[in-house]
Structures are given as structure tokens and as C-alpha cells.
């Protein structure tokens, strides 16, 4: 049975979220996944989803938003979120 798990970040780091979500990571830990020599292990399969971002990357994309919004400006504003099943 698939168990679906809820995970927020506060975190300013898109750049790291970003990665979380396209390689694998401890599911304990949290840390990435690396092959024998070292490298990050992409995941299977994952969805990366944002609005009005053109060609941006995901990083700059959230931090734009964040401005026009005058979302997520304190240290303490979650910054993002993660659903997924394990």
C-alpha cells in the first residue's frame, strides 16, 4: 500500500528544492542518492509545474513570483511544498 507523504520547506533555496525533485534522496536523511562514482541519481519520473514563468528556471520563476506577489519574504514563510507517495 502507497503512503503519501506531505513535506514543506522553508528553505529560500529554489535551486535546492528544484533538486529534490528531480534526483533522488534518502527518504530518512533527506540527502541525495549518488552512483557508484559519486554522481546524483535522477528520479524516474517527476512534475515541475509553475504559471506565467515563460522560460525561466524553476528558481527564478519562485523568486519572481515571491516579488510580485510579496509572498514568502520572512525566514520563518514556508517556501514550498512536496506530496508524494512512497
Do not use: W
Amino acid at each position: 500500500m502507497a503512503t503519501f507523504k506531505h513535506i514543506s520547506s522553508k528553505n529560500a533555496d529554489y535551486g535546492a528544492a528544484e533538486q529534490y525533485l528531480t534526483f533522488e534522496h534518502d527518504e530518512f536523511t533527506m540527502k541525495p542518492t549518488l552512483d557508484e562514482n559519486g554522481r546524483l541519481i535522477p528520479r524516474d519520473d517527476y512534475r515541475i509545474s509553475s504559471l506565467n514563468c515563460g522560460g525561466e528556471d524553476f528558481a527564478i520563476a519562485c523568486m519572481r513570483s515571491n516579488l510580485k506577489y510579496g509572498k514568502n519574504q520572512k525566514r520563518e514563510d514556508v517556501k514550498s511544498h512536496h506530496f508524494g507517495t512512497f
